[in-house]
């Protein structure tokens, strides 16, 4: 019900007659307004604030600040005589744009919140510049000793004084992100590095620009050179933040990234007399918005690329995957751009007998100065496939011992609709693990028939996982488990871990007769803004060259077959 401003008037006078006086407005707090809380008590000792949904206040250092719109909005405080309990952090985020710099002592009322996962103030109602102060950032190192989280940290300034080393730079462009990790890059624990997820974890640091913006126009870590995974940086320094689930350092210092994995400009030497490599080629795509290119524009930029790296690679005989399935013209395409490159005539292409129903389908070109096919090209009906083998056999030009190419792409890790058996089996091999299982039984039972047989290709199966181990138990020999060191035996890189799923696994017989194998890391260490797309890409990072022309890098070795 409305009240008239008479009617208010009359209860007012009413209440004075009466001898009812009016509530004296709070004063607002001063610098002579103590605190009542220490930051560890509103942090407490587990995963949330003991005192949620308090109003709280709280004395501290200011340790960082990202008040602008662009940023976290808010600053970080640090209370500069902590308390002895290791388990309660001394830092706090204050979700407020009041004017503070670094090293202001501010007294600060709020309300204490979980937002997110993060313990904050907010509202803020106060706060109070009342002098200066100095925290010195706490010394930490990964993995944290006996197995103690980061929750312990949150909110403080850190320093990392080791060497940490950039192992995903998935989310650089799109979100200021690179995850790094201590003792080099981090591997699939499938991949048999004798690494486990709970190790990897334990090792890795997410680094975050201080902004939740998407896109941001100035992409750390791009001046003077591009990040790639691999790089490294000592004295990390930053405040430690939580936020989509995980925690997150925001730099209070300029991180300098060494140049320790720099670009390799070609392949390692590989000898031999003819070269054959695999490729995944991300979807090359005649047909615009489809999987591939959205526009021609893109197209031609793809293509460049590809070509750059079809060149670098100057391989006789190159196994390719997810390119278009429409017959010729895709992988006649890519044919023609490099043979205007290479010259007329360099290269040709097998014609798949059956490429299967999916969108994508494996493909060979060869050099026809170089080798020459034997026979037909065959294939396998065999319904286990998604995207059927092309199996080829060639010989020498200038003669000399036949092999044969068994090109393959077998089913992604994917979930889908996958049920009973090739549902995720928590074995860390991921979902269709069965299948392909049954698809490389099928690929040895093919191998089993040919002359000397070489089985290249995207397996989607890392090296200790069950579908390579049927491959090798047959028989056949990984050479990049010959030839290429641990620590460079990755092709593809997921979720900030590395590892091979690409492979190129050779008879015994013709294993003996390789020469070399190499891993041609032009892809898998390279940001995704280096690619062909347009959208959201800064065009001043785009090259027509053969980094990031793909998610996997090629594989490339020599055989000597005279």
């Not at 591009?226 to 209070?252: A, C, K, M, Q, W």
């Not at 028939?449 to 397996?459: C, K």
């Amino acid at each position: 019900m409305r009240r008239t401003a008479a009617a208010l008037a009359t209860v007012l006078t009413a209440g004075l007659a009466a001898g009812v006086q009016p509530a004296a407005a709070a004063e607002p707090p001063t610098c002579g307004t103590p605190a009542d809380h220490q930051i560890a008590d509103v942090q407490g000792s587990g995963d949330a604030s003991p005192l949620a949904g308090q109003t709280v206040r709280v004395e501290g250092v200011v340790t960082a600040d990202f008040q602008r719109s662009d940023q976290l909005k808010g600053f970080f405080v640090q209370d500069p005589t902590p308390d002895r309990d290791p388990r309660t952090s001394d830092g706090l985020f204050v979700y407020s744009t009041s004017e503070v710099t670094v090293g202001d002592r501010v007294l600060v009322t709020g309300k204490a919140v979980e937002y997110n996962g993060l313990t904050e103030l907010s509202p803020v109602s106060a706060v109070n510049v009342c002098g200066k102060g100095r925290v010195a950032p706490a010394r930490v190192r990964l993995p944290l000793r006996g197995g103690a989280a980061l929750e312990q940290y949150e909110g403080m300034l850190l320093r990392f004084g080791q060497r940490l080393t950039a192992t995903e730079v998935y989310q650089l462009g799109r979100y200021g992100e690179v995850t790094v990790s201590a003792g080099g890059r981090l591997f699939q624990p499938t991949d048999g590095h004798g690494s486990t997820q709970a190790r990897n974890d334990a090792r890795k640091l997410l680094i975050d620009d201080g902004s939740n913006v998407q896109n941001p126009d100035t992409i750390p870590y791009t001046d003077p050179r591009v990040l790639r995974i691999g790089d490294s940086v000592h004295g990390l320094t930053g405040v430690l933040n939580y936020g989509f689930g995980e925690y997150r350092l925001e730099p209070t210092r300029t991180a300098h990234f060494a140049n320790t994995n720099p670009q390799p400009k070609r392949p390692r030497h590989v000898g031999g007399d003819v070269r054959v490599a695999s490729f995944n080629t991300l979807n090359w795509f005649t047909t615009l918005n489809e999987r591939g290119a959205d526009t021609a524009a893109e197209q031609e930029r793809q293509l460049a690329k590809l070509t750059a790296a079809l060149k670098g690679l100057d391989a006789d005989v190159v196994g390719l995957m997810e390119v278009e399935n429409n017959g010729d013209t895709a992988v006649g395409a890519l044919v023609d751009r490099l043979n205007q490159e290479a010259g007329a005539g360099t290269y040709a292409w097998v014609r798949h007998p059956y490429p299967g129903s999916d969108a994508i389908h494996v493909a060979l070109i060869y050099k026809p100065a170089k080798v020459t096919p034997a026979g037909a090209a065959s294939s396998s009906q065999d319904p286990i496939f998604d995207r059927p083998p092309l199996v080829q056999t060639f010989r020498p030009a200038r003669g000399g011992t036949a092999f044969t190419m068994i090109v393959n792409h077998f089913k992604s890790k994917g979930c889908g609709d996958a049920t009973g058996p090739d549902e995720d089996q928590g074995d860390g091999q991921g979902c269709y693990n069965a299948r392909r299982v049954q698809q490389a039984e099928a690929i040895k039972a093919i191998a089993d028939g040919v002359e000397n047989p070489l089985v290249v290709g995207d397996l989607n199966a890392y090296t200790a996982e069950d579908p390579v181990k049927v491959l090798t138990r047959a028989g056949l020999v990984s050479q990049t488990q010959r030839f290429v060191r641990p620590g460079d035996r990755y092709s593809y890189v997921f979720d900030g871990q590395s590892g091979e799923l690409d492979h190129a696994l050779a008879g015994r017989s013709l294993s003996r007769r390789v020469t070399g194998a190499t891993i041609w890391h032009i892809n898998s260490d390279e940001p995704v803004f280096l690619d062909y797309n347009t959208e959201f890409n800064p065009p001043e990072f785009y090259r027509p060259d053969a980094f990031r022309s793909s998610d996997h890098d090629p594989v490339l070795l020599g055989l000597n077959l005279r």
